[in-house]
T-cell receptor, first 108, second 113 residues
Framework: RKEVEQDPGPFNVPEGATVAFNCTYS??????FFWYRQDCRKEPKLLMS???SGNEDGRFTAQLNRASQYISLLIRDSKLSDSATYLC?????????FGKGTRLSVIA | NAGVTQTPKFRILKIGQSMTLQCTQD?????MYWYRQDPGMGLKLIYY???????DKGEVPNGYNVSRSTTEDFPLRLELAAPSQTSVYFC????????????FGSGTQLSVL
């Protein structure tokens, strides 16, 4: 099982839709979890950290399920500007491990 | 603040050539990292450093070398370029490992032909 697995997509959704991505991780000792956003041919940028109790930042909600070893990202009211690749990132006892990313295209 | 600056942005190498990818940060971050990203793949850690004079191997260190003589600079050296090293290279830094907000440079697109 790979350390961090994501559905590569693409997810093609209309503007205003709600879309959710999941990510599974294999190391049960993982301590920290993040979602990064990467635009085409650009560097990744931190979107949000994922806390055990779940957390929200505007239209974005992240949740962690330690028992099942997955994290999720929910985007409500999708905007064209949300089109990007979303990287699931996990930290255990070593530096961060990045998933391959899930590509989202929001269509007008 | 410039943040993390990488040079060059693009480079084409012939097999067997050598080059150094430069990375500098002006945020006084202790931790610095080099990642490579192949098309459709996630970022893979090449080397990282927890401070000046200290470096450690990541997931894919073969074919690369690094040094960290100052807090600001973390160059990545390719000694004998191979086609398998064709990739996009990202340098990143973070202040405290627990914080883990990585600040990335804009990347170097390297092609080895």
């Amino acid at each position: 099982r790979k350390e961090v697995e994501q559905d590569p997509g693409p997810f093609n959704v209309p503007e205003g839709a709600t879309v959710a991505f999941n990510c599974t991780y294999s190391n049960s000792a993982s301590q920290s979890f993040f979602w990064y956003r990467q635009d085409c041919r650009k560097e990744p940028k931190l979107l949000m950290s994922v806390y055990s109790s779940g957390n929200e930042d505007g239209r974005f909600t992240a949740q962690l399920n330690r028992a099942s070893q997955y994290i999720s990202l929910l985007i409500r009211d999708s905007k064209l500007s949300d089109s990007a690749t979303y990287l699931c990132v996990v930290k255990g006892n070593t530096p961060l491990v990045f998933g391959k990313g899930t590509r989202l295209s929001v269509i007008a | 603040n410039a943040g993390v600056t990488q040079t060059p942005k693009f480079r084409i190498l012939k097999i067997g050539q050598s080059m150094t990818l430069q990375c500098t940060q002006d945020m006084n971050h202790n931790y610095m990292y080099w990642y490579r990203q192949d098309p459709g793949m996630g970022l893979k850690l090449i080397y990282y450093s927890v401070g000046a004079g200290i470096t450690d191997k990541g997931e894919v260190p073969n074919g690369y070398n690094v040094s960290r003589s100052t807090t600001e600079d973390f160059p990545l050296r390719l000694e004998l370029a191979a086609p398998s090293q064709t990739s996009v290279y990202f340098c990143a830094s973070s202040y405290l490992q627990a914080n883990e907000k990585l600040f990335f440079g804009s990347g170097t697109q390297l092609s080895v032909l």
